[in-house]
């Protein structure tokens, strides 16, 4: 009997040791405890649905019944009275540099003011801005996690905290010697215009400061052509006049530096020793001639140095009352697209003219009328000897 009571054990006890079996009721008990808390979530979502539901019914009262019969009354489906779910969320990441921190924040504020309804608790938006952290911001933000009371502290004192560490404002001082150090370089006006208008918005400089350091700021050509225009009242018009200016003279340089290359710039200039007028000869020729490359830098100062005419290169004279040199009128160049003729010569030199279909009205470069173009000479041929 005794060995057979022995054989008569449980089965199920022996296929299972002692751990497993401990292991299986744990796990019981656990399926067991979140099945309650699952029936508690499923009630308080229910009694949740109902104090909706009741708002609802106070906000929007239901129509007479009458009318109900007519065209019954269209409910919002129940999906649409929970909580509101983000769209997206914004890509941009930050790594913990200075110059990015602001923009970094604004746009977090800005999903904040999205989704109000979302991020309802400091809390939820603490989290989601250190969600957005990379590399070393990440890394202050875990080495501060460890505290309990920084993640569950106000939205003020982490942002506090936050802008203490990473962003290093600058004071109205500094700002200012940086826009007053500022210098186009090889930018575009324009270019060098964006970063001129954002150091400016954070500065506490007053406008006529503004369009004084925006004007050192612009390269000498630019400024040599402002020399010329009237002052802008403001410094929107002063970049979009430094912006006509650039592009004109960009389109203008090319023709410039072709029309006023030297004829034969590889040819040598050669000088003769200084001769005295009466020792000079009758038939000899002007020395600086018309397409010869001017004096050299070296020739200029052997001039200067023997009082000798800089124009003809003889002692006696200088520039100003040389004889040989031909007294005549000339026209600086403006940097007109086309080729302008005074009225006056015109006459003068009797030369034909048409009337234009369409006459051209002629602006300066702040955008001023200065005259209008009515008439053009027929083709002329120009011969310089």
Not at 84 to 92: H, K, M
Not at 175 to 190: D, E, F, H, M, P
């Amino acid at each position: 009997m005794t060995e057979s009571s022995s054989q008569n054990t449980d089965p199920l006890a022996e296929s299972h040791p002692p751990d497993l079996a401990t292991t299986l009721s744990q796990h019981e008990s656990s399926i067991r405890s979140l099945h309650d808390q699952q029936a508690n979530t499923n009630q308080h979502l229910f009694q949740l649905e109902s104090l909706i539901r009741q708002l609802h019914e106070k906000i929007y009262p239901p129509a007479p019944s009458s009318a109900a019969q007519e065209t019954p009354v269209q409910t919002l489906p129940t999906s649409r009275l929970h909580f509101r779910v983000p769209e997206s969320s914004p890509s941009v990441t930050y790594s913990g540099e200075p110059e990015q921190v602001r923009g970094f924040l604004f746009q977090c504020t800005l999903h904040f003011e999205t989704y109000p309804e979302v991020f309802c608790t400091d809390q939820i938006k603490i989290s989601h801005i250190i969600g957005l952290l990379r590399g070393r911001a990440l890394q202050w933000a875990e080495a501060r996690g460890r505290d309990p009371s920084f993640i569950k502290g106000t939205l003020r004192e982490f942002l506090s905290e936050f802008k203490l560490t990473f962003d290093h404002t600058e004071t109205p001082a500094e700002i200012s010697r940086t826009i007053w150090n500022l210098k186009q370089g090889k930018q575009t006006v324009q270019d060098f215009a964006i970063s001129f208008r954002t150091l400016a918005t954070t500065s506490s400089m007053d406008a006529d400061s503004l369009k004084g350091a925006f004007t050192q700021a612009l390269s000498e050509r630019i400024q040599d052509q402002l020399a010329y225009c009237p002052e802008p009242e403001n410094l929107e018009d002063l970049i979009s006049l430094a912006v006509r200016i650039e592009k004109r003279l960009k389109t203008h340089q090319p023709r410039s530096q072709q029309c006023f290359q030297p004829l034969h710039p590889n040819t040598p200039t050669h000088s003769s020793p200084p001769v005295s007028p009466a020792s000079a000869p009758t038939n000899q020729g002007e020395p600086m001639q018309i397409g010869r490359a001017g004096l050299t830098p070296e020739e200029k100062q052997r001039r200067i140095t023997s009082r000798l005419c800089l124009y003809c290169g003889l002692s006696g004279h200088f520039l100003i009352n040389c004889p040989q040199s031909i007294p005549a009128k000339a026209l600086v160049d403006s940097g007109c697209e086309r080729n302008l003729l005074d009225l006056n010569i015109v006459d003068q030199l009797k030369i034909p003219t048409t009337p234009l279909s369409n006459p051209i009205r002629v602006s300066s470069l702040e955008g001023s009328s200065l005259t209008t173009i009515t008439h053009q000479t027929v083709p002329m041929k120009l011969q310089v000897s």
